[in-house]
């Protein structure tokens, strides 16, 4: 009964100490955390649930991020990282299994008469740390957060790849639209030129008229190889995220692309639950929590069984008996006596650690919550803004064809013709821009709610 009230004391002493609590996970955001623009839904299908190939329904694009998950090397490095941090929490479940050690030794010894007596020991040794005190199963704790962390580091390299990937091909499709439109003004201008030349020859217009509508129309001839060298410059990035050489990158068309309509982002708690960066800023936090339940761990003695089976021939004085068995049993307990000093030491350092972890944790945590705000408003405002762009672009088509109409019948000046015609492909090229910021928002909201399922 003594022995048991005893152990029963000793659990609870240990309990209180806090040597074997585990890391509880965080339930609480800050209040307002996302911004007052950004209403947050209960709606448990919501758009940081979605995986990539439901937000990027694009067959090229799924082909290209299929080949970016194989070979893109940033994701390759972060998958061996995963495989180290599982090797070294199988080192740490090792930790309770006894060690076994097989040292055999032999020897001929020089005697009277030519004797040569021989003499052999097998030992075969065990040694066992009891983890009485909790050691070993808090380094086990850490090494499992840390491969949780390590997960959590691929997940996000995963997202980003495929928000780069996505960003890089819809500024393919960007830049070709820009660069029909570019072509179509061109041949456009070119057969201004070619009128002009010919009202000018009827003394219609001046010779500044020419000038000037031919100095815009190699102003747009420049326009358009600096736009294929931008198609170049964006299929190489593209390929580099591939790990693949430079080639041309088969692409679809900008007005096909279609995307969810409701984003619906859920409550905070599920918004921050797909994060990978939020993840694995909380477990380095468990992390260090178990850091500082090693550090209180250490202030108590380490108690070691060991033992010895094995076979020799070397008992006794006379070497007569060609093997014998033998058998030993040992325990040990290491008190620290003179080290608490560099122990107080280590559990300041270990609390600083776990201190400085949750504030990474807060602030990670604040991060989230710009980023989902700013990616949502970009996202609205590029919406909204496009039924202007629309109608601004509608407007300038229909001036552009009155003011050609009304030069030709000598009732109006060609800089009202070039600032029409120079107006419209402003207008055109921001409208084809506007809507690649308006996907933009959306992959940047993918990626800012830790990019769903993949």
Partial sequence: MKKIMLLSAVVLALGSCGIYNKYKAAEEVPEGLYGEEVAVTADTTNFGDLSWREVFTDPYLQRLVDSALVRNTDLRTAQLRVQEAEASLLSARLAYVPSFYLAPEGGINGGKGGFQPKTYTLPLTASWELDIFGKNTNAKRQAQTALEQNKAYEQAVKTQLVASVANLYYTLLMLDAQYEIALA???????????????????????????????????????????KEQVNQAENSLCLLLADVPHAVERGKLAEQQFPEQLAVGVPLQM????????????????????????????????????????????????????????AATASITEPLFNR???????????????????????????????????????????????????????????ARSTSLLMKHGTTTYLEVLTAQQSLLTAQMTQVSNRVTEI?????????????RM
Avoid: C, H
């Avoid at 300041?348 to 944790?361: G, H, P, S, T, Y």
């Fill in 341 to 399: 000093a560099s122990n107080l030491a280590g559990l300041r350092i270990a609390k600083a650690q776990q201190e400085e972890a949750r504030l990474a944790f807060n602030q990670t945590l604040l991060n989230a919550g710009v980023e989902v705000n700013e990616a949502l408003v970009q996202y609205q405002t590029a919406r909204a803004k496009s039924q202007y762009y629309d109608q601004q672009v509608a407007s300038l088509e229909t001036a």
């Fill in 185 to 227: 003004t061109e041949t456009a201008w070119s057969e201004s030129v070619d009128a002009t030349r010919a009202m000018k020859e009827a003394g219609l217009v001046n010779e500044a008229a020419l000038a000037q509508t031919m100095a815009t129309f190699y102003s747009i001839k420049t326009t358009v190889l600096d736009l």
């Fill in 272 to 327: 921050l639950a797909n994060r990978p960066d939020v993840r694995q800023a909380e477990w380095a936090l468990a992390q260090a929590f178990y850091g500082t339940n090693a550090a209180r761990a250490a202030f108590y003695p380490s108690i070691t069984l060991g033992g010895t089976l094995g076979w020799t021939n070397s008992l006794g004085n006379a070497i007569v008996n060609p093997a014998q068995f033998i058998v």
């Fill in 440 to 452: 933009q928002g959306i992959i940047t909201l993918y990626q800012a709610l830790g990019g769903g």
